[in-house]
């Protein structure tokens, strides 16, 4: 059986290679920069990206089964190519349905081959958009610190994503993916100050103090981000049992990842 990795330099498709190659896979990768993406012996690479279909048609020839990192201006082309290929089960990295991802599930969908769809929710990685504030100091200027959530990290995607690719049993399915835990924003810095050995505050910000900070940070994106937050508030994210039922041990905790990836903070 022969597995399409794309987005193979990408943070997720990268890691999805080395848990399919641990586990014995025959792989091929699709990565736009080979150099960067620095795959490991016995991965055959293909060099390129979706937006050379005539690529991804060579990519695809003689593979049983593909890992679709998320692409939506190209989703319903590439899996149209890849049903035409013979591609017999599609794993997708989405999002919460109904979002910003749901074409890639719909593109997926629409193909008629058989899928399987990963929704993660926010990535542990996420928090190093505080990087800069950590480095500078001891305090994190943000909003809405007491909004939870259960954020994943991108190791527990790859691991469910190779697990899914390596085993039956779950063509049709959709698996939201979150963290072992919900946490407040408050919470997710002091797990942060724990791993780095001090004390991180929280400064909440307000109204027109907290629009002020975020568009300076995400430009037009940041009215939408706080809006978001805004909703997370009212409905605050539990976490789901779905990665340690799927690989067979627990998610990763947001302290544990914090301490493995303390470079991220100076």
């Not at 597995?3 to 997720?12: D, Y």
């Not at 067979?248 to 493995?260: K, T």
Request: glycine content about 10%.
């Amino acid at each position: 059986m022969r597995i399409l990795v794309t987005g193979a330099t990408g943070s997720v498709g990268r890691l999805v290679v080395d848990e399919l190659l641990g586990n014995g896979a025959d792989i091929r990768a699709l990565t736009v920069n080979p150099a960067r993406a620095a795959l490991p012996p016995g991965v055959e690479v293909v060099k390129g990206s979706f937006k050379r279909l005539d690529i991804v048609a060579e990519a695809l020839r003689g593979v049983d089964k593909l890992y679709l990192a998320p692409h939506p201006e190209t989703v319903f082309e590439v899996c149209r190519t890849a049903a035409r290929a013979g591609v017999r089960h599609i794993v997708d990295m989405a999002g919460a349905k109904g979002d910003h991802w749901q074409v890639i599930e719909d593109g997926v969908e629409a193909s008629g081959v058989p899928f399987t769809h990963l929704e993660p929710g926010e990535f542990m990685g996420n928090a190093v958009d505080w990087a800069p504030q950590i480095r500078a100091g001891d305090e994190v200027r943000d909003a809405f610190g007491d909004v939870a959530n259960a954020p994943i990290a991108l190791e527990d995607i790859a691991a469910v994503a190779a697990r899914v690719l390596l085993s039956d049993g779950h063509e049709g399915r959709s698996y939201e993916l979150t963290g072992p835990e919900s946490l407040t924003r408050r919470q997710k810095l002091a797990a942060i100050g724990e791993a780095l050995g001090r004390d991180l505050t929280y400064v909440e910000l307000t109204g027109e103090a907290a629009r002020a900070h975020f568009a300076e940070r995400m430009g037009e994106y940041g009215d939408w981000y706080l809006d978001g937050l805004a909703q997370l508030a009212s409905h605050p994210q539990a976490a789901v049992p779905t990665v340690a039922e799927l690989t067979g041990r627990p998610g990763m905790r947001y302290v544990e990842w914090a301490r493995r990836h303390a470079d991220l903070f100076g």
